[in-house]
């Protein structure tokens, strides 16, 4: 099996190369005929390329996450269907779901802001692939080298992490390692359609917070005020403040088993690993 990765320069991206020993590396300033020549020969595409979500939106950044996002799919929708690729796996996020709702893949509601609207354009060019196609939302993916858990781990260590606000919003997440055995599940089986990459049980901001201190032994008194995170991040806040409570159950019903399907577990194996 041999696969092709746009965005394997990020996050899970770089795992993702660990995973697979054959790969070949498609970079987001690749043409559609760069991109053709790349895939020759490969089986499977992953696209888990897009500028990173944790940053101060304003309207310049705003265009930088679309592009990054809905500009490389469509280059590499083009190419795939012209090649002999047999299935194009695509990463997109649980931010299409509105807060304060237990959602799986049959929600019909959709949020109302700009995440929601960047993830319904994204996927609208995944489905233009007319080959096999997987969309992959990710929760909050855990991982110490990376992400935004690996991002705010430190200041955890240090004894001064916190809650969100009070931490009453939910959180749905998943650990990287679910998300790599996901990813051949999907392969193995030759799955098509939306799956919710996150783990089956999302738990509130106040007890991933406590659970976090809890390994580490550490206290977690300091919160972040929801308006000190406004003013950091703007519109982007809502990556920190909102609340998705997702559930994965095409996969359950698909027959993946999690391996870390609690947040005890997934954070024991990350920082004890550490």
């Keep these: 099996m041999k696969i092709a990765i746009s965005g394997s320069s990020g996050f899970i991206g770089s795992h993702v190369k660990k995973r697979f020993e054959d790969y070949v590396i498609i970079n987001r300033d690749d043409n559609e005929e760069q991109i053709l020549e790349k895939i020759e020969d490969v089986d499977v595409v992953v696209n888990l390329a897009g500028a990173p979500v944790v940053q101060k939106w304003d309207e310049e950044y705003k265009k930088v996450l679309i592009s990054s996002r809905i500009d490389t799919t469509h280059k590499l929708v083009n190419?795939?269907?012209?090649?002999?690729?047999?299935?194009?796996?695509?990463?997109?996020?649980?931010?299409?779901?509105?807060?304060?709702?237990?959602?799986?893949?049959?929600?019909?509601?959709?949020?109302?802001?700009?995440?929601?609207?960047?993830?319904?354009?994204?996927?609208?060019?995944?489905?233009?692939?007319?080959?096999?196609?997987?969309?992959?939302?990710?929760?909050?993916?855990?991982?110490?080298?990376?992400?935004?858990?690996?991002?705010?781990?430190?200041?955890?260590?240090?004894?001064?992490?916190?809650?969100?606000?009070?931490?009453?919003?939910?959180?749905?997440?998943?650990?990287?390692?679910?998300?790599?055995?996901?990813?051949?599940?999907?392969?193995?089986?030759?799955?098509?359609?939306?799956?919710?990459?996150?783990?089956?049980?999302?738990?509130?901001?106040?007890?991933?917070?406590?659970?976090?201190?809890k390994i580490l032994h550490r206290p977690t008194v300091f919160p972040l005020p929801i308006m000190v995170a406004k003013m950091l991040f703007g519109e982007g806040s809502v990556i920190l403040t909102g609340s998705k409570e997702v559930y994965p159950k095409a996969l359950q019903n698909s027959g993946f088993e999690f391996k870390y399907p609690d947040i005890h577990s997934s954070l024991v194996h990350l920082l004890k690993k550490k």
Excluded at 163 to 169: A, D, L, P
Aim: aromatic share 10%.
């Design 79 to 213: 190419a795939i269907n012209r090649s002999g690729v047999n299935q194009f796996i695509s990463a997109s996020a649980i931010g299409i779901y509105p807060d304060g709702k237990a959602c799986d893949e049959t929600c019909k509601e959709d949020a109302d802001d700009f995440l929601a609207y960047l993830v319904k354009e994204w996927e609208s060019e995944t489905n233009k692939c007319e080959k096999t196609t997987t969309i992959l939302r990710f929760g909050v993916v855990l991982g110490i080298d990376g992400g935004a858990f690996g991002t705010m781990l430190p200041t955890f260590k240090f004894g001064l992490g916190g809650t969100i606000g009070n931490g009453s919003m939910m959180t749905s997440w998943i650990d990287i390692e679910d998300v790599l055995r996901i990813i051949e599940f999907v392969i193995q089986h030759r799955l098509a359609g939306v799956f919710n990459a996150v783990s089956p049980t999302p738990i509130t901001n106040f007890a991933y917070t406590k659970a976090i201190g």
